[in-house]
C-alpha cells in the first residue's frame, strides 16, 4: 500500500510483524497499541449511555497517557539519538498534541460525560490520538527502522514497555514533555496516581497495598531516570 505521507517510506501499519522485527520491536509494540487504543475509542460510539461513555474515556485516557509518556521518555529521545542530523519537527509536533490531549483529559475527568460539551472534547481528543498513530506508523517509525537494526528496535521495544507499565496513569499537562524534566516528575506522580486508582477502586486497604508496589515501581522510573542522564552525556545504549 502506498504510504499516504508520500515520504517514500513503508508505513509499519503495512508490515508484517516479522518485517516490523518481531513481537518485541518497538514498531510492533507501537502498533498493537495503536490498534487497541483504536478499538477502545470505536467502543465509545457503541456505549448506551453516559455512564458507560464515561468509563470508555477513562480507559482510553489511561491506556493513551501510558504510551505517550513512554513516547517521550524512550522513543523520541532514541529516534533524536540516532537520526541526530535530522529536523526534530515531528517528535515536537506529536509532544505539542500529546499536551492537548493531556489538558482534555484533565477537563473530562471532573465532567458528567451527559454535560452538554462533553462529546466535543472527547472526539477532539480522539482525532488527535488518531493522527499521532498515523504520523508515528508512516513516518517516525519507518525512518528509525531505516536508522537501527533488528536488535537496537527490541531494545527500544522492551525499555518502552517498562516505562508505559510503570508510568503515571492520570493527566499532567504541566509536566515537561522532554527528558529528564519528564522521567523525574513522573516518579512521584506514578506512585500518587496509582494510589488514586486504588482508592477509587477498592478503598484504603487496596490503596495501601498498591501503593507499597508503586513505591517499588518508582525504585524502577529511577533507574530509568539514571539512563537517561547517562544518555545525555553520551552513554552507551537508546534514551529510555
Do not use: C
Amino acid at each position: 500500500m502506498t504510504n499516504p505521507r508520500g515520504n517514500g517510506l513503508r508505513s509499519v501499519a503495512d508490515q508484517s510483524e516479522q518485517e516490523r522485527g518481531g513481537p518485541g520491536s518497538i514498531l510492533s509494540r507501537q502498533s498493537r497499541d495503536h490498534a487497541e487504543l483504536d478499538e477502545l475509542m470505536r467502543s465509545y460510539d457503541r456505549a448506551t449511555g453516559p455512564a458507560e461513555r464515561g468509563r470508555v474515556v477513562a480507559e482510553v485516557g489511561e491506556r493513551a497517557l501510558r504510551h505517550a509518556f513512554a513516547e517521550e521518555t524512550v522513543l523520541f529521545p532514541a529516534y533524536r539519538r540516532f537520526l541526530a542530523g535530522d529536523d526534530d519537527e515531528l517528535t515536537r509536533h506529536i509532544e505539542g498534541d500529546h499536551q492537548t490531549v493531556n489538558e482534555a483529559l484533565e477537563r473530562l475527568q471532573g465532567a458528567d460525560p451527559a454535560d452538554a460539551g462533553y462529546d466535543e472534547v472527547v472526539r477532539h481528543a480522539f482525532e488527535v490520538i488518531r493522527h499521532d498513530a498515523h504520523d508515528e506508523e508512516d513516518d517516525l517509525l519507518p525512518r528509525l527502522q531505516q536508522a537501527v537494526g533488528v536488535e537496537e528496535l527490541r531494545s527500544i521495544g522492551a525499555a518502552w514497555e517498562v516505562q508505559r507499565r510503570l508510568s503515571p496513569t492520570r493527566p499532567h499537562p504541566r509536566v515537561p514533555r522532554e527528558p529528564p524534566g519528564n522521567v523525574l516528575a513522573g516518579i512521584p506522580l506514578a506512585v500518587s496516581d496509582r494510589v488514586k486508582d486504588a482508592f477509587d477502586a477498592g478503598g484504603a486497604r487496596r490503596g495501601v497495598a498498591v501503593a507499597v508496589v508503586a513505591v517499588a515501581a518508582a525504585g524502577a522510573l529511577v533507574v530509568l531516570a539514571r539512563a537517561v542522564r547517562r544518555a545525555g552525556r553520551g552513554g552507551a545504549g537508546p534514551r529510555a
